[in-house]
């Protein structure tokens, strides 16, 4: 069972991961150059969308792991060390 909440962990930091990266990137070049309106605007609604994920997946965790999402991992393959 240890085994099996350490994927589940990893899987969700991946996704928490994926999402903040792109997010992270743009509010730096936000804050460091001198962009054009409509560009600071497309990069603050990335944001926003990525961080929306995070938010939701956060409040899955606070809730609870669909049972969905648990039969969909355990039908992914485990990487054996």
């Not at 930091?13 to 509010?27: E, F, K, W």
């Not at 926003?48 to 965790?61: A, E, K, S, W, Y």
């Amino acid at each position: 069972m240890h085994d099996d909440a350490d994927a589940l962990v990893a899987v969700v930091a991946h996704g928490l991961l994926n999402a903040i990266i792109p997010a992270v990137g743009a509010a730096d070049l936000l804050a460091k150059e001198d962009l054009a309106p409509a560009t600071q605007r497309d990069m603050v609604a990335m944001i926003q969308r990525r961080l929306g994920v995070v938010v939701g997946t956060l409040q899955d965790l606070v809730r609870g792991i669909p049972m969905d999402v648990l039969d969909m991992l355990e039908d992914v393959p485990r990487a054996r060390a």
